[in-house]
């Protein structure tokens, strides 16, 4: 076979290959490999009551040490793009308190002299503004 066959073959192999590596990858992987709730649900209320512009500060009832806080985190900050969520007090005017423990939402707000706005998900989340003087 000559050169210039072999290397159109060659390189139709490598192509089939590869379209045939994402096929494999996006229709069986996805079902697979990806799991279906990065988007969590409990922040579909927070995102309709916020601007897209809207800054927020991100709170916890979680130590910041404990692995919760970081994923939790990181949930709510991608769930609710392109909003801008910053972790403790950033010069916002709103937080997001991201609770376990619903319970822990007065001690929380006692410790930053907050107050909330709305309280969603059974308790586990809360829009928090300063108290009004």
Known sequence: MPAPQLLRLLIATLCFLGLGRIACSDLWGRRHWVR?????ARYEDVVGALPATARLGYLTDEPQTDPFSAEGY????YALTPRVLLQGDAGVDLWLADLRDPRSLDRLCEQGSLEPVTVL??????LLRRKRR
Request: no cysteine.
């Open 36 to 40: 279906g709730d990065e988007i969590d």
């Open 121 to 126: 998900s059974a308790g586990h989340l809360a």
């Open 74 to 77: 990181t949930r709510a900050q």
